[in-house]
């Protein structure tokens, strides 16, 4: 069983576009993060929810808007998408008592 | 400069050697510590936490040091299937901000 899946895995889209990308988590945690890793391998968070509340914002542009319908899932959804978009984007989830994080496998966007 | 920085490597060993990675952070209110590992187009996964008193986990020891805001990871008997990217990870406001390092890059040679 996946215990953090996202999709889809692949996301090829013009610039302008709107698309979304979904996470689940199976494992009864509370916090999920959305994270990007651009193309010098770098993590870098974007979002934190916990219990289905937005916690942490890293600037990110107001063209991300996350989503948590529940706990276990944290849906991204970006609008105007622009060429810098392009970068593998993890989603990751943690109890909160240890922030433990396990993560899903990627989603590799790239903005033509 | 960064929050959490690492020497990037890469950092070439032979199978059975011993190698130690170091990292540093800036942020004294960082509570939470911890080693990933990611390979190749992969995603990154849990390798262990550290704490201030070390913890093992067979052939890898983590190492906090709270008061120079260091983190260390010694593996032991390098394997094969070692070679990838360590990731130094740290938490903040009330855990919920993590900040990674750039990564070490580990080959492991037959």
């Known amino acids: 069983d996946t215990a953090v899946s996202q999709t889809p895995k692949y996301l090829v889209t013009q610039m302008g576009n709107d698309k979304s990308i979904k996470c689940e988590q199976n494992l009864g945690h509370d916090t999920m993060y959305w994270y990007k890793q651009d193309s010098k391998k770098f993590l870098k968070i974007m979002f934190s929810y916990n219990n289905k509340e937005l916690i942490i914002n890293e600037t990110v542009p107001n063209r991300f808007s996350p989503k948590s319908p529940d706990k276990a899932h944290l849906n991204l959804h970006i609008n105007s998408l622009e060429l810098g978009d392009s970068a593998v984007y993890f989603c990751?989830?943690?109890?909160?008592?240890?922030?433990?994080?396990?993560f899903g496998p990627g989603t590799r966007l790239t903005v033509t | 400069r960064k929050e959490v920085e690492q020497d990037p490597g890469p950092f070439n060993v032979p199978e059975g050697a011993t190698v130690a990675f170091n990292c540093t952070y800036s942020n004294s209110a960082s509570q939470s510590f911890f080693w990933y590992r990611q390979d190749c187009r992969k995603e990154p996964k849990l390798l262990m936490s550290v704490y201030s008193s070390g913890n093992e986990d067979g052939r890898f020891t983590a190492q906090l040091n709270r008061a120079s805001q260091y983190i260390s990871l010694l593996i032991r008997d390098s394997k094969l299937s070692d070679s990838a990217t360590y990731l130094c990870v740290v938490n903040r406001d009330g855990g919920f901000k993590t900040i990674f390092g750039a990564g070490t890059r580990l080959f492991v040679k037959a």
């Open positions: 990751a989830s943690s109890p909160s008592r240890t922030y433990e994080q396990y």
